[in-house]
Structure formats: structure tokens, C-alpha cells
């Protein structure tokens, strides 16, 4: 059997076998990985549930019925004349939000979740109705009906009443919504018009909870949003960024401004022939570092430190005529794996590049003394360790990177080839044998 393990080839070929069967222990650790993502994201779920989901704000958005007259024959060739009720939308010539988002951690068992209460000011008019070119005359609408919806994503997030302000009066805002053509959740008010000729303006303030994000559909012709937060790292979703914005360590600041000609639907229409969902903006109030997304892509490059340290181990065979059981390998791979598990379950409880950096130098010491005791000398237990601090040091900073991670790993995999083949290159491998003593 020794002179088996003696055979370069057959080497080889095992420790190809061994790098073949710890692939199914690392998929095991991204499996974990994935499980504790879900587990968070349960988390959050179950503390929006409780608090508010994220929320998108929509509207005002006035409604006005109007009746048409059809004409239908039944079976027996009887007319009857009928009146059909409709309903004509129409968005804000204006609309104008302002207001300040306080964010709060919050915490489920080990996990952190973001929740916010915002305190919004909307203002605006409606002035443009356009009623000739939708085929609708004055005659048909039923101006005492008109009524507003404002759409609200989770309505458990409104913390306060909500009185509206249009044109002279003020009435109260009520639950839930009348039609469902434009939104199917939100509050809904009767607004009665005496005529439309002139501009209607609203006016109202809004206290809302919600986690992580807040969002807004760009409905007015011309829309305008500004939003402060002590929030210090934002990150601005959706269709239209902030044409300005200021962050700082005291928070932030984000004004957006859209048109009706950036988005693809009209400022009225009849019924639910448009959506106005897909053209939401706003922000996110996410934790900046996502540990299971780290950790995801560290895990990523498992076969690279496996196949590293063990090109290492074949290379101190090879070199210095020392024979290494494949027990040996075996236990090596394990704990090259055991440092992804490390490193997650740190990372849960301390900042993740502490967690990294703990993980690896416990992974490295338990190598540097292990192979000090097979191989027998501090020279090859310290090399061995000095080249798993090279790469657990090249894959720390590629996982800092964004735009240069891939570059970086590519120039750092092409040099580790040509070290290889530098030191590699006067070996006759056909001559060579591998024994003990």
C-alpha cells in the first residue's frame, strides 16, 4: 500500500478525489448560508408584520363618476335604455412632498431590522381635466360624488388621522378604498366640486410607519420630493434617481423631480385601462452590510483555498521527499471547510471583518501546528502558514472590492499559476517518486 502512496501519479490522482469529495461539504456550508439568509429575512418579516412592511405612497388621485346611456335589446327584441356608472381618473397637475424619515434599529433574536416613522407634508393641484378628449361632456359627471384616494401600501403603518385640506373645506380621510382601478389598498375621502373650472388644491400632512423602504409614484404632471433622514447610508432605489442629494455623517438629503413625460401612463383616464405600478423611486433604508452576502461570496472561492493548500502540501512532497497520508489531506480539508462556519457564526455576533479575520487566524494556527507535527520541521509548518495568510489576506481584500473584485481575482489566480510553474519547472515527473526516509 506505501508503495502505492509513493506513486507521483497515483498521488495526484487521489488528491484530485479529495478536492472532488470536499466540494460536498462546502455546498453544505452555502446550504447554511441560504438557511440563515431565510431565517432573517423571516425576521424582518415578522417584525414588519407587527410594525409596517415597507411602504408606497400614491396619490392623491381624484375620481370623478359620470353616467353613460347604453342601449340593449334582450331576447324577446325589447330596448331598454340603461345608465352605466364610470369612472374618470385624474392625477395632480402638481404634487409636492416633503418630509423627514427617522430610522430605528430593531432587533429579532440575533438579527437587526430597520423600521422608520415618516412625517410627510403633500400639497398640490388638480387643474388639468381634459374631459373632451376622453369623450366625457360635462353633463355626465356627478361632481357630488367625486371622491380622493390616496393609496397606502400597508395601511397599519398610519399613525395619526389624516385631514385634508381641498380647495375651502376639510374633511377626514376614511379606511380602505372606494374603486380599485388605480390602487387596491389606501384611504379614500368625498370631495364634492361645485365646478372645474378653476384649480382644486389639496393639502395634507401624514404620519407613517414602515420598514426598511419608502417609496413614491410619480402621479402629478409634475412631481417634487424631498426627503431628510439622520439615516448615514441610503441607498436610492426605483425608476428615477435624486437629481440631488447630500450624504454626510449627520444623514441624509434627496430631492427627486419627475415629469409625466418620464413615465408611461397619462394624467386621466377611464377605469383600469392604466397601471401606475413600476414607476415608483425612493429609498432604502437597508443595513449597509449584508454578512450573508459576504459570506456568500467568500464561500465562493472554497476550491481555491482547498486546491491552493493542497497544491502546497503535493509541492512540500515532491520537494522534500516526505510522504503524507491521505488522512492527513482529509483532516487538512476539513479545517480549510470548518473556517466558513467559523466565520458565519462570528459574523452574526461582531462585525464581519473581525469575524473574517478571527476565523482565519484560528484556521491558520490549527494548520501552522498540524503540519509542524507531520512534517516535522517549523521551516515547511511556517511556509505552509505564510502562504495561507497570502490568500486568506488576497480573498479579504477582493471582498472588499465592487468594480475591481473580478480584475483583482484574476490577476491574483494568474499569479499563483506562475508561481506554480516557476517553481515547478525542473521537475521530471516521470522520474520522480515520492518516500520516507
Not at 427617522?102 to 415618516?118: F, L, N
Not at 495568510?389 to 489566480?413: E, P, W
Amino acid at each position: 500500500m506505501k508503495s502505492l502512496f509513493e506513486n507521483i501519479f497515483f498521488k495526484m490522482g487521489m488528491i484530485a478525489v479529495l478536492i472532488v469529495l470536499l466540494l460536498i461539504p462546502t455546498v453544505m456550508v452555502q446550504n447554511l448560508i441560504h438557511e440563515r439568509m431565510n431565517r432573517q429575512d423571516e425576521a424582518i418579516a415578522e417584525v414588519s408584520t407587527k410594525h409596517a412592511h415597507s411602504q408606497t405612497l400614491t396619490g392623491p388621485i381624484l375620481t370623478i363618476p359620470y353616467l353613460i346611456t347604453k342601449t340593449l335589446q334582450d331576447s324577446k327584441g325589447d330596448v331598454k335604455v340603461v345608465k352605466e356608472r364610470k369612472y374618470y381618473h385624474v392625477l395632480p397637475e402638481e404634487l409636492n412632498i416633503q418630509g423627514n424619515v427617522t430610522p430605528e434599529k430593531r432587533k429579532r433574536g440575533i438579527y437587526e431590522i430597520v423600521v422608520y416613522g415618516a412625517d410627510l407634508n403633500v400639497n398640490g393641484i388638480f387643474d388639468d381635466f381634459n374631459l373632451e378628449n376622453n369623450g366625457i361632456h360635462k353633463e355626465q359627471l356627478l361632481l357630488d360624488k367625486a371622491f380622493i384616494t390616496l393609496g397606502i401600501s400597508d395601511l397599519k403603518g398610519v399613525k395619526d388621522q389624516v385631514k385634508f385640506k381641498f380647495s375651502d373645506s376639510n374633511v377626514m380621510f376614511n379606511p380602505g378604498v372606494i374603486n380599485n382601478d388605480v390602487v387596491h389598498s389606501g384611504l379614500n375621502v368625498h370631495v364634492p366640486i361645485e365646478s372645474l373650472d378653476g384649480e382644486l388644491k389639496f393639502d395634507f400632512d401624514l404620519s407613517l410607519n414602515g420598514s426598511e423602504q419608502l417609496m413614491f409614484a410619480p402621479v402629478g404632471k409634475v412631481t417634487n420630493v424631498a426627503v431628510k433622514s439622520p439615516w448615514k447610508e441610503p441607498s436610492f432605489d426605483g425608476n428615477f434617481l435624486p437629481f440631488n442629494r447630500k450624504v454626510s455623517e449627520s444623514g441624509f438629503v434627496a430631492n427627486w423631480k419627475v415629469l409625466h413625460l418620464n413615465r408611461n401612463y397619462p394624467q386621466q383616464w377611464i377605469g383600469n385601462k392604466h397601471r401606475i405600478q413600476g414607476s415608483n423611486f425612493g429609498v432604502n433604508l437597508k443595513l449597509p452590510v449584508d454578512v450573508y452576502q459576504k459570506s456568500m461570496r467568500v464561500a465562493k472561492y472554497a476550491i481555491l483555498f482547498i486546491v491552493l493548500t493542497y497544491l502546497v502540501f503535493f509541492f512540500v512532497e515532491i520537494l522534500n521527499r516526505i510522504l503524507i497520508h491521505p488522512i492527513q489531506y482529509i483532516l487538512v480539508g476539513i479545517a480549510l471547510i470548518l473556517f466558513y462556519v467559523l466565520m458565519l457564526a462570528f459574523s452574526e455576533q461582531i462585525y464581519f471583518d473581525y469575524a473574517y479575520l478571527l476565523a482565519a487566524l484560528m484556521t491558520i494556527v490549527l494548520i501552522f501546528m498540524y503540519c509542524r507535527s507531520i512534517l516535522k520541521s517549523w521551516a515547511l509548518a511556517g511556509m505552509t502558514a505564510a502562504i495561507l495568510i497570502i490568500l486568506y489576506g488576497f480573498i479579504f481584500i477582493i471582498i472588499q472590492m465592487q468594480d475591481f473584485a473580478l480584475l483583482f481575482g484574476s490577476l491574483g489566480v494568474f499569479m499563483i499559476l506562475a508561481v506554480t510553474m516557476y517553481f515547478s519547472r525542473k521537475i521530471d515527473w516521470f522520474e520522480i517518486k515520492v518516500d520516507k526516509g
